[in-house]
């Protein structure tokens, strides 16, 4: 749990978000290393998570929130391309429909928890409300203030209930690389669908995010759901630190493939038995 | 609101359900004015019922709980004939399937919460995951214990967030009166259809059950969901009190119809030139 601790973001330490790195030079000096660190890592994690998914008894949740650009998509697709689809499913919260406005903040959201043994990826989540919904003042203060209370028993109704692990990751990001990102996307054609005139007005509203990360890193970050700070400016660190804590997680979890549910003595031998006659019938015929 | 209050199970003045009445003489005196009364209280439920529904700001959701042949069925047909069947729906929660077993017990009922502007009525619900897995320990004392106060978080999540009022009933019912309601489902034949052995098993946990229901009572009977013992030992007049508590309560919440989204003025304004041109051409053609 080395690298988890290292980043797991602890109310109690009074961390200022703008104090915290958005690179670790040290780890991002070698590329190729990482590079291949990291396809054991994803390894690891497919043979955990193929573990938890035939045990049956817990399942994990795994939180994905930053500001655009700083590798939502990217972890995702870097990190996972080792585990099962079995068991394993990412949901994208995009803006909430007029059905799911018309319910709690949490409703939609509960209905894509994890079931016992699954592992859960949510790409944005109910964390847009108290982030988005208060740079945009798309609800009062009066009500995002509520639900970081509600948020902390929600994902508490899941340890409690299911065992279900969640883990919360915010992806650093410094404003200069989000820009040199942004740029990126400009000339990469291979990239230039990803941009949108909505990334550059966000832009404008840096700060009052940063703002609503903080509070929100400090109010819901709980033993039973911790939030991880992983520097995000350079893309394969990035992407190993958060199969590092993953992997980290789901060894702590230690999963077991379930005791058979046949009397393995009692196969056994009725497997001998039907040898010993199978034996018979031979020698009958020769 | 006298009914409401009259009923409401107050954990604060320590009610134990062995002193409450299952029956109220002096209201079952008179059936044949109970009936016509209890037609008034429906339609006064329907009107408050469309009210809130074209409001759509707030929403209800009305929770039924007892021991069987209380009458949880015959009261959701009696009282609620008259409401639309726009914006109001039943849900019967039975065993759980084993999708549902997978996650957290509350999963399944945030699934059919009401939206803003309904009308839910759960038969069963939630609570039999604090009395059937308690009396037959399906869970440990251990989980179980831990539901009331998840319970009331997620109670609290639906008042806070979507203006959703939670009242729940208790039939409270002796068991002379389930017993005679029971052979009355052996000799009438149109009740057949409702026997099961199953009954008179559980009628051996009766004890278990009402110690189960009065801690629940006790623990999760809130002032933003309280729970309400109605006497249920007479049909009609456990009817008329759960209608008047639900009229009560619908008229507390006060719902209003919605402004006109269009500026009448402008509208009566047009309409008043369509009839000047509709004039003048008429009399053109004269």
């Given at each position: ?69 700083a590798g939502k998509d990217g972890v995702i ?43 859960t990826i949510f790409n944005r989540s109910h ?160």
């Amino acid at each position: 749990m080395k690298t988890a601790k290292k980043y797991m973001f602890n109310p109690g330490n009074v961390s200022k978000l703008s104090d915290l790195p958005t690179l670790d030079h040290e780890l991002a000096k070698d590329p190729a290393h990482n590079k291949k660190l990291l396809a054991k890592v994803a390894s690891e994690i497919g043979e955990l998570q193929w573990t938890l998914y035939a045990e049956k008894k817990q399942s994990l949740l795994v939180v994905f929130q930053a500001l655009d650009a700083a590798g939502k998509d990217g972890v995702i697709r870097h990190v996972l391309d080792e585990v099962s689809p079995q068991g394993v499913t990412t949901v994208s919260f995009k803006q909430p429909s007029s059905n799911e406005k018309e319910r709690d903040f949490l409703w939609r959201v509960h209905l894509r928890t994890p079931a016992r043994g699954e592992f859960t990826i949510f790409n944005r989540s109910h964390y847009e409300d108290v982030l988005v919904a208060r740079v945009h003042e798309l609800v009062p203060k009066a009500v995002w203030k509520k639900r970081f209370e509600l948020i902390n028993q929600f994902e508490n109704l899941l340890a409690q209930e299911c065992n279900t692990r969640v883990i919360k990751f915010y992806l650093h990001m410094s404003p200069d690389v989000q820009l040199a990102r942004f740029k990126d996307r400009l000339t990469d054609e291979s990239k230039n669908w990803k941009i949108t005139e909505a990334d550059y007005n966000e832009r404008e509203y840096w700060d009052k995010y940063i703002e609503a990360f903080q509070e929100t890193l400090d109010r819901t970050s709980t033993s039973h759901a911790p939030w991880f700070v992983v520097p995000a400016d350079d893309k394969i660190s990035r992407n190993l630190l958060v199969a590092q804590i993953i992997r980290d997680t789901l060894k702590d979890m230690n999963p077991q493939y379930p005791s058979p549910a046949a009397d393995l003595n009692a196969v056994r031998a009725r497997y001998h038995e039907a040898e010993i006659k199978a034996k018979a019938t031979r020698q009958k015929k020769a």
